[in-house]
Protein backbone atom coordinates (compact mmCIF):
# COMPACT_ATOMS: atom_id res chain seq x y z
CA UNK A 1 0.00 0.00 0.00
CA UNK A 2 1.24 3.14 -0.81
CA UNK A 3 1.97 6.42 1.38
CA UNK A 4 -0.67 7.95 -0.19
CA UNK A 5 -3.35 5.17 0.09
CA UNK A 6 -2.27 5.22 3.87
CA UNK A 7 -3.51 8.62 4.34
CA UNK A 8 -6.98 7.68 3.21
CA UNK A 9 -7.35 4.85 6.17
CA UNK A 10 -9.64 6.71 8.75
CA UNK A 11 -8.94 6.62 12.41
CA UNK A 12 -10.03 4.42 14.48
CA UNK A 13 -12.52 5.57 16.20
CA UNK A 14 -12.49 6.46 20.13
CA UNK A 15 -14.91 6.79 22.81
CA UNK A 16 -13.58 10.56 22.48
CA UNK A 17 -13.22 11.67 19.69
CA UNK A 18 -17.05 10.55 18.69
CA UNK A 19 -16.24 9.19 15.34
CA UNK A 20 -19.00 6.38 15.52
CA UNK A 21 -18.00 4.87 11.79
CA UNK A 22 -19.40 4.46 9.00
CA UNK A 23 -23.20 5.32 8.38
CA UNK A 24 -22.77 8.09 11.66
CA UNK A 25 -25.73 10.43 10.99
CA UNK A 26 -27.40 12.71 13.09
CA UNK A 27 -30.47 11.36 13.39
CA UNK A 28 -29.99 10.22 16.80
CA UNK A 29 -29.66 14.21 17.86
CA UNK A 30 -33.18 14.46 15.90
CA UNK A 31 -34.95 12.04 17.87
CA UNK A 32 -33.34 13.32 20.87
CA UNK A 33 -34.90 16.73 19.99
CA UNK A 34 -38.21 14.81 19.67
CA UNK A 35 -38.11 13.10 22.71
CA UNK A 36 -37.73 16.63 24.76
CA UNK A 37 -40.90 17.51 23.03
CA UNK A 38 -43.05 14.70 23.84
CA UNK A 39 -41.50 14.61 27.24
CA UNK A 40 -42.30 17.94 28.51
CA UNK A 41 -45.85 17.63 26.75
CA UNK A 42 -46.19 14.44 29.16
CA UNK A 43 -44.57 15.92 32.11
CA UNK A 44 -47.19 19.10 31.46
CA UNK A 45 -50.20 16.99 31.65
CA UNK A 46 -49.37 16.26 35.08
CA UNK A 47 -50.87 18.36 37.89
CA UNK A 48 -49.26 19.26 40.98
CA UNK A 49 -51.32 18.90 44.15
CA UNK A 50 -50.48 21.56 46.72
CA UNK A 51 -51.53 19.67 49.53
CA UNK A 52 -48.10 17.37 49.46
CA UNK A 53 -46.02 20.76 49.76
CA UNK A 54 -48.06 23.76 51.47
CA UNK A 55 -47.50 22.32 55.24
CA UNK A 56 -43.25 22.06 55.53
CA UNK A 57 -41.23 25.04 56.67
CA UNK A 58 -38.88 24.90 53.89
CA UNK A 59 -41.09 26.11 51.06
CA UNK A 60 -42.39 29.18 53.30
CA UNK A 61 -38.41 29.86 53.95
CA UNK A 62 -37.87 29.80 49.47
CA UNK A 63 -40.75 31.65 49.37
CA UNK A 64 -39.82 34.43 51.82
CA UNK A 65 -36.11 34.71 50.72
CA UNK A 66 -37.67 34.46 46.75
CA UNK A 67 -39.43 37.53 48.03
CA UNK A 68 -36.82 39.92 48.86
CA UNK A 69 -34.75 42.55 46.45
CA UNK A 70 -32.33 40.58 43.87
CA UNK A 71 -29.32 43.23 44.83
CA UNK A 72 -30.44 42.68 48.67
CA UNK A 73 -27.25 41.34 51.11
CA UNK A 74 -30.67 39.09 52.23
CA UNK A 75 -31.37 37.55 49.32
CA UNK A 76 -27.29 36.09 48.47
CA UNK A 77 -26.45 36.37 52.22
CA UNK A 78 -29.20 36.07 54.37
CA UNK A 79 -28.48 36.32 57.92
CA UNK A 80 -32.07 35.26 59.72
CA UNK A 81 -32.93 32.25 60.88
CA UNK A 82 -33.81 29.36 58.65
CA UNK A 83 -32.05 30.93 55.57
CA UNK A 84 -31.07 28.89 52.49
CA UNK A 85 -28.18 29.13 49.47
CA UNK A 86 -29.60 31.20 46.83
CA UNK A 87 -30.15 29.09 44.01
CA UNK A 88 -33.80 27.96 44.70
CA UNK A 89 -34.99 31.21 45.81
CA UNK A 90 -33.89 32.69 42.46
CA UNK A 91 -35.35 30.44 40.27
CA UNK A 92 -38.59 30.96 42.14
CA UNK A 93 -38.44 34.65 42.01
CA UNK A 94 -37.75 34.34 38.16
CA UNK A 95 -41.10 32.27 38.28
CA UNK A 96 -42.44 35.34 39.98
CA UNK A 97 -42.62 33.50 43.69
CA UNK A 98 -45.71 32.01 42.47
CA UNK A 99 -46.36 27.78 43.02
CA UNK A 100 -48.07 27.40 40.21
CA UNK A 101 -45.03 29.00 37.98
CA UNK A 102 -42.95 27.23 40.00
CA UNK A 103 -44.01 23.82 39.14
CA UNK A 104 -44.29 24.74 35.73
CA UNK A 105 -40.55 26.07 35.49
CA UNK A 106 -39.45 23.02 37.17
CA UNK A 107 -41.20 20.54 35.02
CA UNK A 108 -39.42 22.48 31.86
CA UNK A 109 -36.35 22.48 33.28
CA UNK A 110 -36.47 18.54 34.40
CA UNK A 111 -37.09 18.14 30.25
CA UNK A 112 -34.28 19.80 29.33
CA UNK A 113 -31.84 18.89 31.71
CA UNK A 114 -32.76 15.28 30.55
CA UNK A 115 -32.24 16.05 26.69
CA UNK A 116 -29.10 17.67 27.56
CA UNK A 117 -27.72 15.04 29.70
CA UNK A 118 -29.18 12.78 26.63
CA UNK A 119 -26.96 15.35 24.24
CA UNK A 120 -23.46 15.13 26.17
CA UNK A 121 -23.51 10.91 26.09
CA UNK A 122 -24.50 10.89 22.41
CA UNK A 123 -21.28 12.83 21.85
CA UNK A 124 -19.04 10.08 23.10
CA UNK A 125 -21.08 6.57 21.96
CA UNK A 126 -20.12 5.33 19.08
CA UNK A 127 -22.23 2.22 18.17
CA UNK A 128 -25.70 3.50 16.92
CA UNK A 129 -27.75 0.76 18.72
CA UNK A 130 -25.87 2.07 21.32
CA UNK A 131 -27.33 5.56 21.22
CA UNK A 132 -31.25 5.17 21.15
CA UNK A 133 -30.61 2.33 24.00
CA UNK A 134 -28.94 5.35 25.74
CA UNK A 135 -31.71 7.57 25.17
CA UNK A 136 -34.52 4.87 26.16
CA UNK A 137 -32.46 4.52 29.18
CA UNK A 138 -32.17 8.09 30.07
CA UNK A 139 -35.74 9.20 29.32
CA UNK A 140 -37.08 6.50 31.08
CA UNK A 141 -34.71 7.17 34.37
CA UNK A 142 -35.89 10.82 34.14
CA UNK A 143 -39.56 9.83 33.94
CA UNK A 144 -39.17 7.73 37.47
CA UNK A 145 -41.11 8.92 40.09
CA UNK A 146 -38.53 9.30 42.11
CA UNK A 147 -37.53 12.01 40.12
CA UNK A 148 -40.54 13.31 38.48
CA UNK A 149 -42.20 13.77 41.37
CA UNK A 150 -40.40 16.38 42.52
CA UNK A 151 -40.83 18.68 40.15
CA UNK A 152 -44.48 18.84 41.42
CA UNK A 153 -43.20 19.87 45.02
CA UNK A 154 -41.83 23.07 46.01
CA UNK A 155 -38.64 22.12 47.76
CA UNK A 156 -35.19 21.88 46.38
CA UNK A 157 -34.65 18.33 45.19
CA UNK A 158 -36.21 19.13 41.81
CA UNK A 159 -33.80 21.91 40.86
CA UNK A 160 -31.04 19.81 42.36
CA UNK A 161 -31.25 16.74 40.16
CA UNK A 162 -31.87 19.05 36.99
CA UNK A 163 -29.25 20.91 38.07
CA UNK A 164 -26.54 18.13 38.50
CA UNK A 165 -27.32 16.23 35.33
CA UNK A 166 -27.08 19.71 33.80
CA UNK A 167 -23.65 19.97 35.27
CA UNK A 168 -22.19 16.97 34.35
CA UNK A 169 -23.42 17.40 30.83
CA UNK A 170 -22.13 20.95 30.32
CA UNK A 171 -18.57 19.07 31.81
CA UNK A 172 -18.76 16.66 29.45
CA UNK A 173 -19.68 19.35 26.54
CA UNK A 174 -16.82 21.45 27.42
CA UNK A 175 -14.48 18.20 28.00
CA UNK A 176 -15.28 17.52 24.06
CA UNK A 177 -15.06 20.66 22.70
CA UNK A 178 -12.83 22.97 24.55
CA UNK A 179 -14.38 26.32 23.76
CA UNK A 180 -14.30 29.09 26.08
CA UNK A 181 -18.02 29.88 25.85
CA UNK A 182 -18.25 26.04 27.16
CA UNK A 183 -16.16 26.81 29.59
CA UNK A 184 -18.11 29.98 30.79
CA UNK A 185 -21.48 27.87 30.70
CA UNK A 186 -19.92 24.84 32.57
CA UNK A 187 -18.68 27.45 35.73
CA UNK A 188 -22.30 29.28 35.52
CA UNK A 189 -23.49 25.86 36.21
CA UNK A 190 -21.47 24.88 38.92
CA UNK A 191 -21.93 27.86 40.87
CA UNK A 192 -25.98 27.37 40.76
CA UNK A 193 -25.51 23.97 41.92
CA UNK A 194 -23.19 24.59 44.48
CA UNK A 195 -25.83 27.23 45.89
CA UNK A 196 -28.80 24.24 46.01
CA UNK A 197 -27.31 23.22 49.13
CA UNK A 198 -25.05 23.80 51.27
CA UNK A 199 -23.24 20.01 50.74
CA UNK A 200 -22.78 20.52 47.16
CA UNK A 201 -19.18 22.77 47.40
CA UNK A 202 -17.89 19.96 49.17
CA UNK A 203 -18.90 17.34 46.82
CA UNK A 204 -18.37 19.40 44.06
CA UNK A 205 -14.10 20.49 45.37
CA UNK A 206 -13.78 16.67 45.46
CA UNK A 207 -14.89 15.71 41.88
CA UNK A 208 -12.95 18.81 40.47
CA UNK A 209 -9.72 17.72 43.07
CA UNK A 210 -9.95 14.30 41.31
CA UNK A 211 -9.89 15.54 37.67
CA UNK A 212 -7.44 17.67 38.73
CA UNK A 213 -5.12 15.06 39.88
CA UNK A 214 -6.41 12.79 36.82
CA UNK A 215 -5.02 15.44 34.57
CA UNK A 216 -1.78 16.01 35.96
CA UNK A 217 -0.79 12.45 35.95
CA UNK A 218 -2.56 11.20 32.40
CA UNK A 219 -3.89 14.51 30.79
CA UNK A 220 -1.38 17.24 31.08
CA UNK A 221 -3.64 19.58 28.50
CA UNK A 222 -6.57 19.69 30.96
CA UNK A 223 -4.99 20.08 33.82
CA UNK A 224 -5.31 24.07 33.65
CA UNK A 225 -9.36 23.51 32.96
CA UNK A 226 -9.26 21.08 35.74
CA UNK A 227 -7.07 23.80 38.27
CA UNK A 228 -9.76 26.68 37.05
CA UNK A 229 -12.97 24.46 38.47
CA UNK A 230 -10.83 23.27 41.66
CA UNK A 231 -10.39 26.99 42.39
CA UNK A 232 -13.73 27.88 41.93
CA UNK A 233 -15.00 25.03 43.91
CA UNK A 234 -12.58 26.31 46.72
CA UNK A 235 -13.85 29.73 46.34
CA UNK A 236 -17.49 28.48 46.79
CA UNK A 237 -17.11 26.77 49.51
CA UNK A 238 -15.70 29.77 51.40
CA UNK A 239 -18.66 31.76 50.23
CA UNK A 240 -21.35 29.24 51.21
CA UNK A 241 -19.16 28.22 54.97
CA UNK A 242 -19.73 32.40 55.29
CA UNK A 243 -23.27 32.53 54.44
CA UNK A 244 -24.01 29.30 56.48
CA UNK A 245 -22.38 30.47 59.24
CA UNK A 246 -24.30 34.37 59.46
CA UNK A 247 -27.09 32.69 58.66
CA UNK A 248 -26.99 30.17 61.03
CA UNK A 249 -27.54 26.96 58.85
CA UNK A 250 -25.29 24.57 60.69
CA UNK A 251 -28.17 24.87 63.57
CA UNK A 252 -30.27 22.60 62.94
CA UNK A 253 -28.36 19.80 61.23
CA UNK A 254 -25.95 20.17 63.28
CA UNK A 255 -28.64 19.62 66.05
CA UNK A 256 -30.61 16.59 64.16
CA UNK A 257 -27.53 14.57 63.81
CA UNK A 258 -26.53 15.00 67.94
CA UNK A 259 -30.31 14.21 69.15
CA UNK A 260 -30.31 10.92 66.58
CA UNK A 261 -26.82 10.02 66.26
CA UNK A 262 -25.03 10.71 69.17
CA UNK A 263 -27.11 11.01 72.36
CA UNK A 264 -27.86 7.00 72.42
CA UNK A 265 -24.06 6.77 72.78
CA UNK A 266 -22.88 7.90 76.33
CA UNK A 267 -19.25 8.18 75.40
CA UNK A 268 -20.08 10.56 72.75
CA UNK A 269 -22.58 12.01 74.79
CA UNK A 270 -19.89 12.80 77.58
CA UNK A 271 -17.41 14.00 74.55
CA UNK A 272 -20.20 17.19 73.48
CA UNK A 273 -20.77 17.83 77.15
CA UNK A 274 -17.00 18.36 77.36
CA UNK A 275 -16.72 20.77 75.05
CA UNK A 276 -19.44 22.62 76.02
CA UNK A 277 -22.56 21.25 74.77
CA UNK A 278 -25.23 22.76 77.30
CA UNK A 279 -28.86 20.98 78.49
CA UNK A 280 -27.16 17.57 77.84
CA UNK A 281 -29.35 15.99 80.85
CA UNK A 282 -32.08 17.82 79.19
CA UNK A 283 -31.35 16.26 76.42
CA UNK A 284 -30.16 12.55 77.42
CA UNK A 285 -33.80 11.93 79.58
CA UNK A 286 -35.63 13.42 76.58
CA UNK A 287 -33.96 11.91 73.48
CA UNK A 288 -32.05 9.18 74.05
CA UNK A 289 -34.86 6.41 73.33
CA UNK A 290 -35.66 8.22 70.08
CA UNK A 291 -36.24 6.50 67.00
CA UNK A 292 -36.42 9.24 63.93
CA UNK A 293 -38.00 6.84 61.30
CA UNK A 294 -41.52 7.56 63.17
CA UNK A 295 -43.74 10.20 62.41
CA UNK A 296 -44.30 10.45 65.84
CA UNK A 297 -40.38 10.94 66.95
CA UNK A 298 -40.10 13.66 63.79
CA UNK A 299 -42.73 15.48 65.30
CA UNK A 300 -41.28 15.35 68.57
CA UNK A 301 -38.09 16.90 67.21
CA UNK A 302 -40.05 19.62 65.41
CA UNK A 303 -41.60 20.40 68.12
CA UNK A 304 -38.49 20.81 70.50
CA UNK A 305 -37.22 23.59 67.63
CA UNK A 306 -39.87 25.88 68.54
CA UNK A 307 -39.34 25.65 72.02
CA UNK A 308 -37.87 28.97 73.10
CA UNK A 309 -36.43 27.32 76.04
CA UNK A 310 -34.19 25.52 74.47
CA UNK A 311 -32.36 28.41 72.77
CA UNK A 312 -29.18 28.05 74.20
CA UNK A 313 -28.78 24.45 72.97
CA UNK A 314 -29.93 25.71 69.18
CA UNK A 315 -27.58 29.62 69.51
CA UNK A 316 -24.69 26.10 70.79
CA UNK A 317 -25.52 24.10 67.62
CA UNK A 318 -25.29 26.75 65.25
CA UNK A 319 -22.15 28.40 66.57
CA UNK A 320 -19.59 26.63 68.83
CA UNK A 321 -21.24 23.48 68.21
CA UNK A 322 -20.39 23.33 64.31
CA UNK A 323 -16.35 23.61 65.19
CA UNK A 324 -16.63 20.70 67.48
CA UNK A 325 -19.08 18.67 65.71
CA UNK A 326 -16.07 19.02 62.79
CA UNK A 327 -13.55 18.38 65.62
CA UNK A 328 -15.63 15.20 66.89
CA UNK A 329 -15.99 13.31 63.10
CA UNK A 330 -12.06 14.24 63.20
CA UNK A 331 -11.29 12.29 66.03
CA UNK A 332 -14.00 9.58 65.75
CA UNK A 333 -13.58 7.60 62.57
CA UNK A 334 -15.55 5.03 63.31
CA UNK A 335 -18.90 7.22 63.53
CA UNK A 336 -17.91 9.07 60.21
CA UNK A 337 -17.41 6.05 58.50
CA UNK A 338 -20.46 4.87 59.95
CA UNK A 339 -19.06 1.61 61.06
CA UNK A 340 -20.82 1.48 64.00
CA UNK A 341 -23.68 2.45 62.93
CA UNK A 342 -27.20 -0.51 62.89
CA UNK A 343 -27.73 -1.77 59.64
CA UNK A 344 -31.48 -1.30 59.66
CA UNK A 345 -30.44 2.78 59.43
CA UNK A 346 -27.42 2.05 57.18
CA UNK A 347 -30.43 0.81 54.66
CA UNK A 348 -32.03 4.49 54.48
CA UNK A 349 -28.98 4.90 52.62
CA UNK A 350 -30.42 3.26 49.59
CA UNK A 351 -34.08 3.98 49.62
CA UNK A 352 -35.97 4.29 46.35
CA UNK A 353 -39.37 3.59 47.05
CA UNK A 354 -40.37 7.62 46.78
CA UNK A 355 -44.11 7.27 46.27
CA UNK A 356 -43.80 5.18 49.73
CA UNK A 357 -42.23 8.01 51.66
CA UNK A 358 -44.46 10.33 53.35
CA UNK A 359 -42.72 13.44 51.11
CA UNK A 360 -44.41 12.38 47.74
CA UNK A 361 -47.67 11.54 46.65
CA UNK A 362 -49.03 8.00 47.70
CA UNK A 363 -48.46 6.62 44.08
CA UNK A 364 -46.75 7.91 40.53
CA UNK A 365 -48.73 9.76 38.78
CA UNK A 366 -49.19 9.90 34.71
CA UNK A 367 -46.89 8.06 32.02
CA UNK A 368 -44.34 7.74 35.17
CA UNK A 369 -46.15 4.41 36.30
CA UNK A 370 -44.51 2.32 33.58
CA UNK A 371 -41.18 3.42 34.67
CA UNK A 372 -41.71 1.83 38.54
CA UNK A 373 -41.52 -1.18 36.94
CA UNK A 374 -38.06 -0.48 35.41
CA UNK A 375 -36.30 1.07 38.22
CA UNK A 376 -34.20 0.26 40.03
CA UNK A 377 -32.83 -0.96 37.30
CA UNK A 378 -29.41 -1.65 38.57
CA UNK A 379 -28.29 -2.89 42.24
CA UNK A 380 -25.27 -0.58 44.01
CA UNK A 381 -22.90 -3.53 44.03
CA UNK A 382 -22.71 -3.06 40.28
CA UNK A 383 -20.75 -0.10 40.59
CA UNK A 384 -17.21 -1.44 41.72
CA UNK A 385 -17.79 -4.18 38.73
CA UNK A 386 -18.59 -1.94 36.29
CA UNK A 387 -15.51 0.52 37.41
CA UNK A 388 -13.12 -2.07 37.82
CA UNK A 389 -14.29 -2.70 33.69
CA UNK A 390 -13.46 1.08 32.87
CA UNK A 391 -10.21 1.50 34.57
CA UNK A 392 -9.41 -2.02 33.11
CA UNK A 393 -10.37 -0.40 29.38
CA UNK A 394 -8.66 2.95 30.29
CA UNK A 395 -5.49 1.26 31.22
CA UNK A 396 -5.40 -0.56 27.37
CA UNK A 397 -6.74 2.46 25.57
CA UNK A 398 -5.86 5.42 27.41
CA UNK A 399 -8.92 6.73 26.22
CA UNK A 400 -10.45 9.01 29.53
CA UNK A 401 -13.91 9.09 28.74
CA UNK A 402 -13.44 5.53 30.91
CA UNK A 403 -12.42 7.43 33.93
CA UNK A 404 -15.42 10.03 34.74
CA UNK A 405 -17.86 7.55 35.77
CA UNK A 406 -15.17 6.12 37.91
CA UNK A 407 -14.37 9.47 39.24
CA UNK A 408 -18.08 10.35 39.46
CA UNK A 409 -18.80 7.23 41.89
CA UNK A 410 -16.03 7.98 44.16
CA UNK A 411 -17.48 11.31 44.46
CA UNK A 412 -20.83 10.53 45.55
CA UNK A 413 -19.62 7.99 47.97
CA UNK A 414 -18.06 11.06 49.44
CA UNK A 415 -21.02 12.54 49.05
CA UNK A 416 -23.43 9.60 50.38
CA UNK A 417 -21.28 10.09 53.75
CA UNK A 418 -20.75 13.59 54.04
CA UNK A 419 -25.20 13.91 53.60
CA UNK A 420 -25.08 11.11 56.26
CA UNK A 421 -22.85 12.96 58.69
CA UNK A 422 -24.13 15.93 57.45
CA UNK A 423 -27.88 16.05 59.08
CA UNK A 424 -29.35 12.82 60.79
CA UNK A 425 -32.97 13.61 59.93
CA UNK A 426 -34.77 12.75 56.69
CA UNK A 427 -31.91 10.25 55.63
CA UNK A 428 -34.18 8.84 52.90
CA UNK A 429 -34.96 12.11 51.17
CA UNK A 430 -31.37 13.16 51.33
CA UNK A 431 -30.27 9.76 50.11
CA UNK A 432 -32.60 9.71 47.22
CA UNK A 433 -29.89 11.70 44.87
CA UNK A 434 -27.20 9.36 45.31
CA UNK A 435 -29.58 6.36 44.48
CA UNK A 436 -30.72 8.41 41.37
CA UNK A 437 -27.15 8.43 40.60
CA UNK A 438 -26.25 4.99 40.86
CA UNK A 439 -28.64 4.37 38.34
CA UNK A 440 -27.32 7.01 35.95
CA UNK A 441 -23.66 5.57 36.43
CA UNK A 442 -24.81 2.22 35.98
CA UNK A 443 -26.25 3.43 32.79
CA UNK A 444 -23.25 5.28 31.36
CA UNK A 445 -21.05 2.29 32.31
CA UNK A 446 -22.78 -0.32 30.90
CA UNK A 447 -22.91 1.84 27.89
CA UNK A 448 -19.27 2.71 27.76
CA UNK A 449 -18.53 -1.30 28.07
CA UNK A 450 -21.08 -1.88 25.13
CA UNK A 451 -19.39 0.64 22.48
CA UNK A 452 -15.58 -0.97 23.45
CA UNK A 453 -16.76 -4.32 22.38
CA UNK A 454 -18.97 -3.77 19.81
CA UNK A 455 -16.92 -0.90 18.59
CA UNK A 456 -13.65 -0.69 19.97
CA UNK A 457 -12.63 -3.91 19.60
CA UNK A 458 -13.78 -4.79 15.95
CA UNK A 459 -12.30 -1.22 14.85
CA UNK A 460 -8.21 -2.19 16.60
CA UNK A 461 -8.82 -5.74 14.95
CA UNK A 462 -10.13 -3.98 11.77
CA UNK A 463 -6.87 -1.47 11.77
CA UNK A 464 -3.95 -4.14 13.07
CA UNK A 465 -5.29 -5.97 9.55
CA UNK A 466 -4.69 -3.02 7.72
CA UNK A 467 -1.36 -2.45 8.51
CA UNK A 468 -0.34 -5.73 7.83
CA UNK A 469 -1.24 -5.60 4.87
CA UNK A 470 0.27 -1.96 4.12
CA UNK A 471 3.50 -3.37 4.95
CA UNK A 472 3.31 -6.27 2.81
CA UNK A 473 2.92 -4.23 0.03
Known amino acids: MTAAKRKTVAPAPTAENGNAGPGSTRFPYIVNLLLLVITLVLNLTIQEDPRYWNRFRDVKDYLQQSQQPLLSSDFFMPRYINSRPFTVPLFYKAAGSNPHNI???????????????????????????????????????????????????LLSESLTVSLLFCWIASFLLFYKKRRPAFLIFHLLIAILLSNTRDSWPFTLMVFYLLISLKSYLWERKFLRPSLLFLSLSMVLLLYQQYTARIGLRFRLPVANSIIIRVLPDEKYTEWFENHGMPMTGYLENNFRDLNADTITDIIRIHRFYHDETHDAFFQWTGNEGRLAYMKFMLTHPAYSFLLREPVHKLKRMLFHKCHNY????????????????????????????????????????????????????????????????????????????????????????????????TIGGKTQTFIKILNIEGQAN
Open 103 to 153: VFMQVILHSLSTCFIAYALLLFIRNEAGKYLMMFLIYSLMSWWCILGWTLQ
Open 358 to 453: FYYPKKPQGYSTWSGFIYPLFHPLWIPVFCLFLIAFYAKTKEHIYLFPVILSITFLFNALLLYNADAMEVERHMMLNNIMIQFLCIWSSLLILDYF
